[in-house]
C-alpha cells in the first residue's frame, strides 16, 4: 500500500490508460479522482473500483475549460485538505501531414494535449503547495509520448504538442524545486499501447505511409516484439507517484518497449 491515504487526480481516466492508472494507485491505497467527460466510462471505473475495495470518485472535467478545473478542485477540497498526486492523463492524437494541417485540428490538439496539461499542473500546484512540508513530495505526472522524444511523420502537430508537455514538465520541475514546494514533476513517454488509439493508429489512410498495415507492424516496431499494455504504463505512473522516485524531478520515464533505443 505504498500510497495510502495519498488522494489523486487522473484525467482522461474514464477509460485506456487512464482508468487502469486509476485503479492501480486505488489498488494501492490512494483515494482516486477519476477526471473526464466520458461519464458512464468514468463512472463505470469508479463502480469497479469500489467493487475491489478502493475509493473512487468521478469529476465531470473539459481539461481545456479553466472553470471547469476551478470547479473540480473546490469538488476534490471537500473531500481532503489538498491533493498528493496529479496524473495529466488527457490527450488526442490525430494524423495529418504538414501541408493539409488544418488550424482547427492544430488547435484542438493544442488545447487538450497543452493547454490541459498546463491547467492540471498549475491547479495540482496551487493545492499541493499547502500540504504541511513534512509529508513527503506530492508528484506531478504529465503523459507525454515517445513523439516527444523523437519526430513521427504524418503526426507533426501531436509530436509538437508531447515535446512541448515534455519540456514543460523540465520547467515546472524546475520552478517548484527552487520555490521549495515539496513537489516533484516528471513526464512518462508511452511506445504504442494496444488501447483504442493504437487500433486508430493501424486503421487510419495516412498508417500505410508509414508502412503500418496491421496492428502486428505495431507491435514489430518495438525491439521488445510487443505492444505496451495500459497496466505497463499504470506502473510506471505508480512509480513516479511513489516514494521509490523521491529524488526524481524534471526527468522523462520511457516506457516503449525500446523502440526510442534504435
Not at 492544430?106 to 493545492?127: D, F, M, P, Q, W
Not at 499541493?128 to 503526426?155: D, Y
Not at 508509414?210 to 510487443?226: C, F, T
Not at 512509480?239 to 520515464?253: C, N, V
Request: aromatic share 6%; charged share 15%; glycine share 10%.
Amino acid at each position: 500500500m505504498q500510497l495510502q491515504g495519498k488522494a489523486a487526480v487522473i484525467t482522461g481516466a474514464a477509460r485506456g490508460i487512464g482508468a487502469e492508472t486509476a485503479r492501480v494507485l486505488a489498488a494501492h491505497g490512494a483515494q482516486v479522482f477519476i477526471a473526464d467527460l466520458l461519464e458512464e466510462e468514468g463512472s463505470a471505473t469508479v463502480r469497479q473500483i469500489v467493487a475491489d475495495g478502493g475509493k473512487a470518485t468521478f469529476l465531470k472535467l473539459d481539461v481545456t475549460d479553466e472553470a471547469n478545473w476551478q470547479h473540480a478542485f473546490r469538488q476534490i477540497h471537500e473531500a481532503v485538505p489538498a491533493i498528493d498526486i496529479m496524473v495529466n492523463n488527457a490527450g488526442l492524437f490525430s494524423y495529418s501531414s504538414v501541408e493539409e494541417t488544418s488550424t482547427d485540428l492544430y488547435e484542438r490538439l493544442c488545447g487538450v494535449n497543452l493547454k490541459g496539461v498546463l491547467l492540471g499542473t498549475k491547479y495540482a500546484i496551487l493545492s499541493m503547495k499547502e500540504r504541511p512540508r513534512t509529508l513527503p513530495t506530492a508528484s506531478i505526472i504529465n503523459m507525454s509520448s515517445i513523439a516527444g522524444i523523437v519526430g513521427t511523420p504524418f503526426s507533426s502537430i501531436y509530436s509538437m504538442t508531447k515535446g512541448g508537455v515534455r519540456l514543460f514538465t523540465k520547467a515546472a520541475a524546475l520552478e517548484v524545486a527552487q520555490l521549495q514546494y515539496n513537489i516533484r514533476c516528471n513526464s512518462v513517454h508511452p511506445g504504442i499501447v494496444d488501447t483504442d488509439m493504437a487500433t486508430m493508429v493501424s486503421q487510419h489512410p495516412l498508417a500505410a505511409q508509414r508502412g503500418v498495415v496491421d496492428s502486428s507492424v505495431l507491435a514489430g516496431m518495438h525491439p521488445l516484439g510487443r505492444l505496451g499494455q495500459a497496466a505497463d504504463i499504470a506502473n510506471g505512473v505508480l512509480f513516479l507517484a511513489s516514494e521509490q522516485s523521491a529524488f526524481m524531478t524534471g526527468t522523462e520515464l520511457v516506457l516503449d518497449g525500446g523502440m526510442t533505443a534504435r
